[in-house]
């Protein structure tokens, strides 16, 4: 049954090719934990990419319950804390993972600095790589704000702040990111905005050219 | 289209059908680029790494199940004693806004300048370092950069958490969603429904809300700036509420109150008649939130 569906569909569009060419990459001696024990350190790329997809997945089944308004942003945080089946569960895994994606991405770069991985020809993957850091760090700061609590709440007014002693540009960053005079209701949608639609948007598409690269270029031959 | 054979099967490496690319051929796929023991992504690889995963996610759900993400009281913006602390990650940033020399008229080089750099030369990394050598130990100078940006992000880090603490210790700060968790803990111990901080204190009903000398006073004699348009006070400013103060005072301390001032209240005696005050205290003595 499942083989006929997927040879009807494979006789239109020829997909076989598409998810061989994924299945039969070659995983080489060097980078194999299973051959080598030092080769570990080549999974915190994957584990990155394994927790960000944690970090969508929770963060889908928070916005089942999150409203993003000053009255009730933190009453509904409450509430799927507290009285929400596994909610705890779930935010406690969007609270760590935030955390954790920048643990493992900071390891993976190491990894990636220090094996010298990022040399020719493999320069630009290194740059997108970056970029996904930076996406990250934008992603950690704007979800900060949500719960709406006073860490919340002061830690973002600090982090503006910064943003406003920038030269020249400071000013609008500022009410940019407020979306007017002071940290209130329309900072704390436009701050929901990025975490949720904007930077995440980014970060797929820099992961699917981070992907598509590596799998161009191949991984780093051994030192 | 594909292939003719209706009835294929799922084929493994070696038998693959990736199609060869007439003319350039793209760089690796091919196992001839790492000999060695290489093996296909899927399935051999990928499981191996599923396991690795595994691992991961039940550590990651002790943590997560150990210590619940902190929740702490809602933002209060008049709120004055709150220390503010970012996420851990950039601490070492908001340690090094605290320099005077990367603050005040500095303020530029500690924003834009230093992070900069040191971001910049990060993100540019293969553009500075071309060199063809990939050990670590064969290029002194990209390794060393790198550990001491290392050292110092550890130690900036390490220095803000310890004068955040500091700043805990001295002023006798407790972080909200300890406090919180505490109070909860200590409701649930002794069988009561937690007290929910989401909820906002139920309002009191104005009683005679419309009376036009009351709110003529009440506008010109500038009560409303401090105790607020809705006689709500300020909880953070410590301004109490006028709304079922009935309850707590009488005719005589209200009068009392208006005449001659309490605390941060000014006194009103020589701003407004004794008739003025007289209505206004009758007024105020009769919001009581039983009278509803």
């Keep these: ?223 | 289209m594909a292939h003719g054979n209706k009835n294929e099967k799922v084929v493994y490496v070696g038998d693959s059908r990736v199609r060869k690319p007439s003319g350039e051929v793209s760089i690796p796929p091919d196992y001839t680029s790492f000999p060695g023991r290489s093996e296909a992504f899927i399935p051999n690889f990928l499981l191996k790494e599923w396991m690795v995963g595994c691992v991961v996610l039940v550590g990651f759900l002790v943590l997560t199940i150990a210590h619940p993400a902190p929740l702490g009281y809602p933002a209060d913006p008049t709120n004055s004693a709150f220390i503010p602390i970012p996420d851990w990650y950039f601490l070492f940033l908001y340690q090094l806004l605290k320099y005077p020399w990367v603050s005040g008229s500095y303020v530029a080089w500690g924003v834009v300048g230093i992070p900069g750099v040191a971001f910049g030369a990060l993100l540019l990394a293969p553009f500075l370092d071309t060199g063809k050598e990939r050990r670590f130990y064969r290029r002194p100078i990209a390794s060393a950069l790198m550990i001491l940006s290392l050292a110092s992000c550890y130690y900036l880090t390490k220095v803000s958490w310890d004068f955040y603490q500091h700043e805990l210790e001295v002023t006798g700060t407790v972080p909200e969603h300890i406090t919180r968790e505490e109070k909860a803990r200590e409701a649930a111990l002794s069988g009561e429904e937690a007290e929910s901080p989401a909820k906002p204190a139920e309002d009191v009903a104005l009683v005679d809300a419309d009376n036009a000398d009351v709110n003529a006073i009440l506008k010109s004699a500038g009560c409303i700036s401090c105790h607020g348009t809705d006689l709500k006070g300020q909880a953070g400013a410590k301004i109490p509420a006028l709304r079922g103060v009935g309850d707590l005072l009488t005719k005589e301390e209200l009068t009392e109150i208006i005449t001659n001032g309490k605390g941060n209240m000014p006194a009103f005696g020589d701003k407004l008649s004794a008739e003025e005050i007289g209505t206004l205290s009758d007024w105020l003595a009769k919001q009581k939130a039983a009278a509803e």
Aim: net charge neutral.
């Design chain 1, 1 to 223: 049954m499942f083989k006929s569906v997927y040879n009807w569909i494979d006789e239109r569009l020829d997909v076989t090719p598409l998810w061989r060419d994924v299945a039969d990459h070659e995983v080489p001696e060097h980078v194999n934990p299973a051959h080598h024990f030092s080769a570990f350190v080549y999974c915190f790329g994957g584990l990155t990419f394994f927790i960000t997809v944690i970090q969508i997945l929770s963060g889908m089944f928070l916005t089942m319950y999150y409203v993003p308004d000053i009255i009730n942003a933190y009453a509904s945080v409450d509430y799927l804390q507290h009285k929400v089946p596994f909610g705890s569960i779930v935010r406690g895994m969007h609270h760590w993972g935030a955390s954790l994606v920048i643990v493992m991405m900071f390891l993976h770069t190491l990894r990636v600095f220090f094996t010298g991985s990022y040399k020719a020809p493999r320069e630009m993957n290194w740059v997108v790589g970056m970029l996904i850091f930076f996406i990250m760090l934008g992603l950690g700061f704007t979800g900060y704000l949500l719960p709406w609590d006073n860490k919340a709440y002061f830690a973002t007014k600090v982090g503006i702040q910064i943003a406003d002693s920038v030269p020249y540009i400071g000013e609008y960053i500022k009410i940019f990111l407020q979306g007017g005079e002071i940290v209130g209701a329309t900072t704390l949608t436009r701050f929901f905005a990025i975490h949720v639609f904007f930077l995440p948007g980014a970060l797929l598409a820099l992961l699917a050219a981070h992907f598509l690269m590596i799998r161009k270029q191949g991984i780093a031959g051994p030192l």
